[in-house]
């Protein structure tokens, strides 16, 4: 069953989030409201190294409260294409450029109140390159082996669900 928007009312905005409450209308009639979020579309890379490593990074997460391990990742500048933004920020966080680009899709983490359009890329053929983090960004390297990743997802020590989906897309990619 499918509904139209009827009334749509922007609560707030700012340079990576709009909120929104949406009256809509049900095929049967029946009338609600919706807050919806929309999120600055984002790319997520999954750097592997020669040997089998990772790069993921580790980083305090203030919605979170705490820390969160997770892929490099960033929001798409105005007009950057996904492919793009996801060879910056990795050069950017973990100061690597890559020859080797797979396009592992594009998730929806949170598809009943949130549109927030995640690219996901795996990176190979890495070579170092100067780092230069944001402001606001206090990052650490953290390697480990695709499967040792893996395991963390597994058992919830990785949960960014952008992240945990590109490994596990790495993982059906390479073999593992």
């Known amino acids: 069953m499918r509904c139209e928007c009827i009334e749509s009312k ?8 709009r909120l ?15 807050s919806v979020i929309e999120r600055k579309a984002g790319a997520s ?21 705490d820390y969160s391990l997770e892929a490099i990742a960033g929001g798409l500048e105005e007009g950057e294409v996904p492919l793009a933004a996801a060879q910056r920020e990795l050069a950017e ?11 592992l899709g594009v998730i929806q983490p949170l ?15 890495l070579s170092p390159c100067a780092s230069k983090p944001d402001d606001t960004e206090f990052l650490e390297q953290v390697e480990m082996t ?9 058992t919830g020590g ?15 990619e390479v073999g593992i």
């Open 111 to 125: 598809t009943t109140a949130v549109r927030a359009p995640v690219h996901l890329f795996l990176a190979r053929i």
């Open 20 to 34: 929104r409450h949406d009256r809509v209308r049900w095929s049967n009639g029946v009338e609600a409201l919706f």
């Open 45 to 65: 890379v999954l750097p592997i190294m020669t040997d089998g490593r990772v790069v993921l990074v580790r980083e305090f997460k203030y919605a979170l409260g």
């Open 93 to 103: 966080e973990v100061g690597l450029i890559a020859a080797d680009w797979t396009p």
């Open 10 to 17: 922007e609560i707030h905005r700012d340079a990576w989030t």
């Open 146 to 154: 695709l499967a040792e990743a893996l395991r963390l997802v597994e």
């Open 158 to 172: 990785i949960a960014n669900a952008a992240t945990c989906i590109a490994i596990l897309r790495a993982a059906r």
